[in-house]
């Protein structure tokens, strides 16, 4: 069988039944490491030259990240020139420490510590694999051969570095594949490492604990990360570090499980980029923390610049629906979820805890707006073309003005290929509701003693002349009403009718009027046996409404005529 479950072996979990971590609760952000620069560059099919590198370098630097590691300087010349680079020409921020990775061998750790010359902090990272696949097959030596690589590379990169006084080093060990490793040989090896390193108050130390490769859930990567947070040596005077990848797609899980677990830092990718399915993506679990009200000590308030950079850098999209970034991740097609944003907006307080069903965060904190986060097509309902109206052009449509759009609205999205834009919607909503003809309103006033005075001409017989309405009555639009009754011989009756200020969509110029519109109004006529509707946008709320009340009139003498 070319697909065969049975060539594979579970993953036997440590045996642990004291762990904490699942009474735990994350409350303040890692340390945060970023490896765009290293891990995530390795991994691309053209790696980034030097000025990409700047770019990415610079965003990080922007985002607010303190250590960043910026590459493999002894086994690339284009790392070597861009780290060089950096340093001479007073690139990196006092309070930013760049980091360089290093195999546990001397010409490449001595090379690491020329191209770091001259920084004022630095981290020093060396590593050698311990699990007992590259120990049997790829280097062949057993676990004291591993132990003496690890601790060699510990003793070397302690003793060049009292070459170079000038630069606040940090050193930096991982025993790769740490999450197929038996941990008890895991902490053996580390320890060694420490106590060469001697960490101590002044001089911390780091050890970080890769998942290399994702062999199993991230519930047991946080049982290995907490047992050695347990049984460490140095332990307060070290930080220990995750390296998550994303195999079994866990990998921001396993990080933040590995935090209740003891981790105090972690590294990875802004947005995910790695080798195979990728690194741990900062952006997400940073951004996890964000949603729980946990400062997560990184600026990720531009988002589309964070995207268009790593994208240009690394040539790879982002998919439309990545978790927090994706530019589908804020828009709901559904016609429920649209009706539930809408409502919930409606009563969101400025200053109230942010409460908004199927928007997890509010866009605009990363940089996002509103206009996006409704699309209509065919499966939306009533609000989410009463979201656009409102959000984008200030029509607060009455609910019985939002049932009688919605089959038209639904009729022209079963009809239409993708989703319709906010300015086809509101052309949509002004052919329906918003009708010049055959009547025009010409000009109006009203005066308590006197009443309703009115000129509408006809557009369907340019030739006629226009009629003056002249009516006294309750109030202006009562007067219109009575007097549009006499000229059509219809019989109308008011059903519904609302007004408001336009306010955050007062930019947009009135279609009937031509001026900036100040007030809107909506209408429903009884209209002999149908229901008319009509809307109006003025700069005056009685122009509005007798606009609306004209637009109602004709979509019934529309009516009339075609039956």
């Known amino acids: 069988m070319a697909f065969n479950h049975q060539k594979y072996q579970p993953f036997h979990p440590i045996q642990k039944t004291d762990r904490q971590w699942p009474n735990k609760q994350i409350t303040q952000?890692?340390?945060?490491?970023?490896?765009?620069?290293?891990?995530?560059?390795?991994?691309l099919m053209e790696p980034m030259n030097v000025d990409q590198k700047v770019a990415l370098f610079q965003l990080l630097v922007k985002c607010g990240f303190k250590e960043i590691e910026v590459g493999f300087p002894a086994a690339s010349q284009p790392d070597f020139d861009f780290v060089r680079k950096i340093i001479d020409e007073n690139m990196i921020p006092h309070d930013v420490s760049i980091q360089a990775l290093t195999q546990a061998r001397e010409p490449l750790i001595e090379k690491t510590f020329d191209a770091l010359n001259g920084a004022k902090k630095a981290v020093v990272h060396v590593y050698n694999s311990t699990s007992p696949v590259q120990r049997d097959q790829v280097f062949g030596l057993d676990k004291a051969g591993i132990k003496a690589i690890a601790v060699a590379g510990a003793t070397m990169v302690k003793k060049i570095s009292h070459k170079y006084p000038e630069t606040q080093w940090n050193f930096e060990y991982s025993p790769e594949s740490f999450s197929a490793t038996e941990p008890e040989f895991a902490l053996?090896?580390?320890?060694?490492?420490?106590?060469?390193?001697?960490?101590?108050?002044?001089?911390?130390?780091?050890?970080?604990?890769?998942?290399?490769?994702?062999?199993t859930t991230p519930n047991v990567f946080a049982d290995q990360v907490e047992f050695i947070h347990e049984r460490i040596r140095y332990r307060e005077w070290i930080d220990i570090s995750v390296h998550t990848h994303n195999d079994r797609g866990c990998a921001v899980a396993a990080a933040e499980l590995a935090v209740m677990a003891g981790a105090d830092r972690v590294e990875g990718t802004l947005l995910g980029n790695g080798e195979?399915?990728?690194?741990?993506?900062?952006?997400?679990?940073a951004m996890n923390l964000y949603t729980?009200?946990?400062?997560p000590e990184l600026y990720l308030a531009d988002m589309d610049e964070i995207i268009r950079t790593v994208k240009e850098c690394t040539h790879i999209p982002i998919h439309p629906?990545?978790?927090w970034a994706g530019e589908l991740v804020f828009t709901a097609f559904s016609g429920s979820h649209q009706d539930a944003i809408n409502k919930c907006l409606q009563q969101q307080e400025i200053t109230a805890p942010w409460q908004v069903a199927y928007l997890p965060i509010d866009p605009k904190d990363l940089g996002r707006s509103y206009q996006e986060i409704i699309r209509i097509n065919s499966q939306s309902g009533k609000g989410g073309a009463a979201f656009i109206l409102q959000n984008e052009y200030g029509i607060q449509m009455p609910r019985w003005l939002q049932l009688a759009f919605s089959p038209v609205v639904q009729k022209v999205t079963e009809h239409h290929q993708g989703a319709l834009s906010p300015e086809t919607i509101h052309e949509l909503?002004?052919?329906?509701?918003s009708s010049d003809a055959p009547w025009a309103l010409e000009h109006y006033n009203w005066d308590d003693q006197k009443g309703l005075t009115a000129t509408?001409?006809?557009?369907?017989?340019?030739?006629?002349?226009?009629?003056?309405?002249?009516?006294?009555?309750?109030?202006?639009?009562?007067?219109?009403v009575s007097a549009m009754s006499k000229k059509t011989g219809f019989d109308i009756e008011i059903q519904d009718y609302e007004e408001h200020a336009v306010q955050?969509?007062?930019q947009h110029e009135s279609h009937q009027t031509g001026s900036k519109a100040q007030a809107a109004t909506y209408i429903n006529l009884k209209i002999g046996d149908v229901n008319a509707y009509g809307t109006a946008m003025a700069a005056d709320t009685l122009g509005a409404a007798l606009q609306a009340c004209l637009s109602a009139i004709n979509y019934a003498a529309t009516l009339k005529q075609s039956t």
């Open 321 to 323: 629906r990545h978790p």
């Open 429 to 433: 909503f002004l052919s329906s509701f």
């Open 188 to 215: 053996d090896v580390c320890n060694a490492v420490l106590d060469v390193w001697q960490p101590n108050p002044s001089q911390r130390a780091i050890i970080n604990l890769p998942a290399t490769v994702e062999c």
């Open 29 to 43: 952000a890692p340390k945060w490491c970023a490896v765009d620069l290293r891990d995530g560059n390795q991994a």
């Open 504 to 506: 955050h969509a007062s």
């Open 292 to 295: 729980q009200g946990i400062n």
């Open 456 to 480: 509408v001409s006809s557009q369907s017989s340019p030739n006629e002349q226009p009629y003056e309405l002249n009516e006294k009555s309750d109030g202006p639009l009562h007067a219109f």
């Open 276 to 285: 195979r399915t990728g690194n741990m993506d900062i952006v997400i679990m």
